[in-house]
């Protein structure tokens, strides 16, 4: 029989784990918040604070990871306890990763100063980041509750954030091709928008953790695509210093 103290220590660990996925997915939500008010209002200091908080989200990511290596070797879990940690540890790349991402669009925010900046352009991409906003926070919200219908909501959605990225895409071309004096604020909008398309992505990729997580099985179904832009098969780095 295993010790009741030894037991109820590592469901301590593995509850101190879980809650620092919370953490770090709440600090992930608030800089996709900031980097698009930073957006709209063209505001490099609200820019320039989101890129030093991400310095917070890869700090705690690492400290997770680093507590979740010594649990598997402390205690050599099985089965589910085993895919709790693992599960730990993916999400929390992935919200790394959105961290990452957020940082880019605040970085894009800084290199707009000086140029000409037609507001209505940015309303594409509030709406996007706002379906991707939601999408991150329901699919933390499902593993936080380990609901997987709630997650597997999130992973049939991800074609509609695909879908208004290609018609986004195509606007702002039009948009270019109408008045050159557009092309530089509209490339860095097409890039903050592919951006959001990848956060979007990361929740995905975590609701097929957390169905990992919940059935020990790999959701084998195709994930659901349609972006079919010239940028869909442009690499975007995510970490960058």
Wanted: aromatic share 4%.
């Amino acid at each position: 029989m295993p010790d009741n103290h030894i037991v109820s220590a590592f469901d301590d660990e593995l509850k101190d784990i879980t809650g620092r996925v919370a953490e770090i997915g709440g600090i992930a939500e608030e800089l996709i918040d900031l980097s698009m008010t930073a957006l709209t209002r063209v505001d490099p200091e609200i820019a320039q604070n989101v890129i030093a908080r991400d310095r917070k989200i890869d700090a705690l990511q690492r400290e997770l990871e680093e507590k979740a290596i010594l649990m598997i070797a402390r205690r050599q879990p099985m089965a589910r306890d085993l895919r709790e940690i693992i599960a730990a540890i993916r999400i929390s790349n992935d919200l790394e990763r959105v961290g990452d991402l957020a940082k880019n669009i605040a970085k894009r925010v800084v290199a707009l100063q000086g140029q000409i900046q037609p507001k209505k352009l940015v309303h594409g991409v509030e709406h996007i980041a706002e379906l991707s906003l939601a999408q991150l926070k329901n699919v933390i919200d499902a593993y936080s509750a380990r609901d997987l219908e709630a997650a597997h909501q999130v992973w049939a959605r991800d074609d509609e954030i695909d879908a208004l990225y290609t018609s986004l895409f195509r606007e702002l071309l039009t948009y270019m091709m109408e008045d050159p004096r557009n092309i530089t604020f509209c490339t860095h909008l097409l890039f903050c928008a592919k951006n959001i398309e990848r956060i979007g992505d990361h929740a995905t990729n975590i609701a097929e953790t957390v169905h990992y997580l919940v059935t020990g099985t790999t959701l084998v179904d195709e994930r659901p695509k349609k972006d079919r832009t010239p940028m869909a098969a442009i690499e975007m780095p995510e970490r960058r210093a």
